[in-house]
Structures are given as structure tokens and as C-alpha cells.
């Protein structure tokens, strides 16, 4: 009786897996798409940064018109 509490380990314990297979499906999958991993907690003023930076890089790669 004192070995119950193991019938619960293995249901438990696909049920875990299973959450973390699809986790990491998640970041693979962002990853493939975006090329980089997801910025957790991006706000609005992250995003405007992104914007910029995106931007200057654009701007400093670009030709110069002389």
C-alpha cells in the first residue's frame, strides 16, 4: 500500500514531457522563422529600439550616394 503514490508517477511524467516537447517546439520553430530565439517581454519602446537599430544598420550597409 505505501508504493500507491508510484502509479501516479508516470502519467505525471508524460504529462511533463509533454510540455516540454512542446516548449521546445515553440522556440525552434520562432527560431527557424525569425532567425533568432523570442525576446521575452517585449514592449512597445523594444520594439521602436528594434525599429531604429533595424534602420541604422540599413542606412550604414547602404551605398553612399557621392
Do not use: F
Amino acid at each position: 500500500m505505501s508504493l500507491v503514490w508510484m502509479e501516479a508517477i508516470l502519467p505525471l511524467g508524460i504529462i511533463a514531457g509533454m510540455l516540454c516537447v512542446m516548449g521546445n517546439a515553440q522556440y525552434y520553430i520562432h527560431k527557424a522563422a525569425h532567425g533568432r530565439p523570442k525576446h521575452i517581454g517585449n514592449d512597445m519602446w523594444d520594439v521602436a529600439m528594434e525599429r531604429r537599430d533595424k534602420k541604422l544598420i540599413e542606412q550604414a550597409t547602404a551605398p553612399s550616394s557621392n
